[in-house]
DNA sequence: CCGTATCCATTCCGATACTG
DNA sequence: CAGTATCGGAATGGATACGG
């Protein structure tokens, strides 16, 4: 299967994975929620390569998860700071973090979670709630096309 | 970065990359939740070759996300189905779809998403919800070493 | 400090052919 | 039907050197 053939698949699940399904793109946004914003920053904390950095920021900005700006400090260079798109891919890196929390790492190893940054307590785990309120189990969740409304609220 | 090198990582949202970052992975979960067991529905669903798809079923059943079972219909072949820890995947499936969902697709295009099973309706956006019950904007999550309990709840 | 431009190694993936 | 074996091309990633 092609990586550049989804812009028409219909599976929402296929077509996220298709913008964001790389491994160093959710790395770049939870880092970016950090609050980092310049190249330098991003580098030393991915530990990646300045050119891959340079393909991944620029894939951000053009599918509009990321935008520049003037650097704040007065060099004349860019700042990459999120945007509401980027901002709302937080509930993927909850998930991600919480699954990986509970099935993934060994008891007692340390380990960065999805916390509240106010208390540094962990998120409670996201809740899968149909339309009319009822929590769902896994294997009650299907992927299908809806009944009615596709879009406005997911 | 190496993908080999993560089982040391301290990130969760990292290391759960590590293991479903794949572009595949989180696509046979996907079909595995619409209750594709076998060999060949997977291929035809995904379109992949069979020896990348044996690749990748070989790798989610080390991983326990996945298991094997001796087919249902008497064949002298094996069926693939979701562990719990599969199935725990399933918030993060969501998480995926909704975003596209909202940010990815355009109005008009079909698409399909994470519904009900029962009523076939969008499920409703994933709440990031606080330790203490607070609703969290994408701004106020960090990830963090949480201030005492690791495991547990996520 | 912020990138860009090359180069090379590796990985991945699709097609195909083959086996039980 | 359910895999295994092999091959070649394409994409990816890392290292490094270079330029504004």
């Known amino acids: 299967m092609k990586r550049s053939s989804m812009e028409n698949e219909v599976c929402a699940v296929a077509r996220s994975l298709d913008v ?3 491994w160093w793109t959710l790395l770049i946004v939870r880092d970016a929620l950090a609050g980092l914003r310049r190249f330098g920053e991003f580098q030393r904390s991915l530990g990646a390569a300045k050119n891959i950095l340079t393909t991944r920021l620029r894939a951000l900005v053009a599918q509009g998860i990321l935008e520049t700006a003037p650097a704040s400090d007065g060099s004349a260079y860019q700042e990459y700071r999120l945007t509401a798109k980027g901002r709302a891919l937080v509930p993927v890196l909850v998930a991600l973090g919480q699954w990986s929390n509970e099935h993934v790492f060994l008891p007692e190893q340390e380990r960065i979670l999805p916390v509240d940054r106010a208390q540094r ?8 709630v149909a ?4 929590r769902l189990a896994p294997e009650e969740v299907h992927f299908d096309a809806p009944q009615r409304p596709p879009a406005g609220l997911s």
Chains 1, 2 share one sequence.
Do not use: E, H, T
Not at 121 to 128: R, S
């Open 20 to 22: 964001i399904g790389d």
């Open 121 to 128: 307590l962990p998120i409670q785990p996201l809740q899968v």
């Open 131 to 134: 339309a009319d309120g009822r």
